[in-house]
C-alpha cells in the first residue's frame, strides 16, 4: 500500500510539472544558438586573419620560451 502511495504521489508531481508553465524551460535554443554564432565569428575571424594570427602566436611563443631569438 505504501508503494501505491508513493507512486500516485509522485506520478502526480510529475504531471503538475508537465502542465506548469516554466519560464526556464526552452532556454536551451538560447544558449545552443549563441554557442553556435560564437563559434561562427570565431572562424570568420580566423579566416580572414589566419596568417597574422599564427604568426603573432607565434612570435609570443618564441618570446616565452626564448626560441628563435
Do not use: H, K
Amino acid at each position: 500500500m505504501r508503494a501505491y502511495a508513493f507512486l500516485t504521489a509522485a506520478l502526480a508531481a510529475l504531471a503538475e510539472r508537465a502542465r506548469d508553465d516554466d519560464p526556464e524551460r526552452g532556454d536551451v535554443p538560447g544558449w545552443v544558438m549563441i554557442t553556435v554564432m560564437t563559434a561562427a565569428l570565431v572562424l570568420a575571424i580566423l579566416a580572414v586573419f589566419q596568417d597574422a594570427i599564427v604568426d603573432a602566436v607565434t612570435n609570443a611563443l618564441n618570446s616565452v620560451t626564448g626560441a628563435g631569438g
